[in-house]
């Protein structure tokens, strides 16, 4: 069956960086375009970034353009999301989400069919 299994979250200071993970398994995880959202305590889900197929599209929200580097290994079926300059808006439940179509559309967090079980991510001093 599908699953995305996040890691990589924990606490980290303004201003450093983290890297979150996803392991993809039981779909031929190089056939699809994927995306990163996250949702912060209180708040709806926001989308982040996405990716194509290949790795050579990538897609980033204004908040986080600049900051953070998606990218994937194919190869390893696992999705990533560097995280760098973190601020405290940044703390959220980050979740990876696989697209069935075959496009990123920015701004969407409904376009998936399936989603991960969310790494926590903590921006604090």
């Known amino acids: 069956q599908v699953q995305l299994v996040e890691s990589g979250g924990g606490l980290v200071q303004p201003g450093g960086s983290l890297r979150v993970s996803c392991a993809a398994s039981?779909?031929?995880?190089?056939?699809?375009?994927m995306s990163w959202v996250r949702q912060a305590p209180g708040k709806g889900l926001e989308w982040v970034s996405g990716?194509?197929?290949?790795?050579?599209?990538?897609y980033y929200a204004d908040s986080v353009k600049g900051r953070f580097t998606i990218s994937r290994d194919n190869a390893k079926n696992t999705l990533y999301l560097q995280m760098k300059n973190m601020k405290p808006e940044d703390t959220a439940l980050y979740y990876c989400?696989?697209?069935?179509?075959?496009?990123?559309?920015?701004?969407?967090?409904?376009?998936?069919?399936?989603r991960g079980q969310g790494t926590q991510v903590t921006v604090s001093s």
């Open positions: 039981g779909f031929t995880f190089r056939n699809y375009y």
């Open positions: 990716i194509s197929t290949g790795g050579g599209r990538t």
């Open positions: 989400q696989r697209l069935p179509g075959s496009a990123v559309v920015p701004g969407r967090t409904d376009n998936y069919d399936y």
